[in-house]
């Protein structure tokens, strides 16, 4: 069975700092996909980034990056400077299964 | 191009009816997954069809069902429905997929969101 564990329901940051978001999994299998998706306030999932398990070469889309340790099955996400407009909910995601989530707040 | 639609957005019922959810994913896509959002569960991952063919399930009883037709809508149904099956019923839909893995992005709609009274 697989598994996603977001262990920080709640994480605060001030902007134009950096924060990250913790994510464990566990899979048999291995060959698979890992995702970070974004969920503002009242508004659409979108994705974030994705990691393919078999690159070892850490995924990066301009301030948003990954930390993947495929032995540890681990992924986090790493938010540089941060922005107002970073405040929300973060699930990681292995294939289709999610994380409870956690929730970004970004102080001014 | 148009983005996943699902509907109704919103929907009242009462314990022990049942409701028809439904998702129009992107054109061309032919994975359609759904889950079940609460605010201390994350989301719950329901089922996922694949050209018309359930391939993947999560652990829910057997009142969450679910289908998809050949233009690759698809609806789900809760039967004898329960208070804690209040929520936000989401639906994403894919193009890539290979094998029983999905490697591509998920595309989400808005939800449907279910108050049981």
């Known amino acids: 069975a697989q598994t996603v564990t977001q262990s920080q329901p709640e994480m605060s940051v001030q902007e134009a700092e950096t924060v990250t978001l913790s994510c464990t999994y566990d899979t048999s299998e291995s060959d698979y996909y890992l995702f970070w998706y974004k969920q503002p306030p009242s508004r659409q999932m979108i994705l974030v980034i994705r990691q393919e398990a078999y690159k070892q070469q850490n995924a990066t889309e301009n301030r948003f990056s990954v930390n993947f340790q495929k032995a540890a099955k681990s992924f986090s996400l790493k938010i540089s400077d941060s922005q107002l407009g970073d405040a929300a909910m973060y699930f990681c995601?292995?294939?289709?299964?999610f994380g409870a989530g956690t929730r970004l707040t970004v102080k001014p | 191009k148009a983005g996943v639609t699902q509907t109704p957005r919103y929907l009242i019922k009462t314990r022990g009816q049942q409701v028809t959810l439904s998702c129009s994913p992107i054109s061309g896509h032919r994975s359609v997954s759904w889950y079940q959002q609460t605010p201390g569960q994350g989301l719950q991952f329901l089922f996922e069809y694949f050209s018309e063919t359930q391939r993947n399930k999560g652990n829910f009883p057997g009142r969450f069902s679910g289908r998809q037709f050949s233009n690759s809508r698809s609806e789900m149904n809760v039967s004898t429905l329960e208070l804690g099956d209040s929520a936000l019923y989401l639906c994403?839909?894919?193009?890539?997929?290979?094998?029983?893995?999905?490697?591509?992005?998920?595309?989400f709609g808005e939800g449907s969101r279910l108050t049981v009274l």
């Open positions: 994403a839909s894919s193009l890539a997929r290979i094998r029983t893995a999905n490697t591509g992005e998920l595309f």
């Open positions: 995601a292995l294939d289709m299964r």
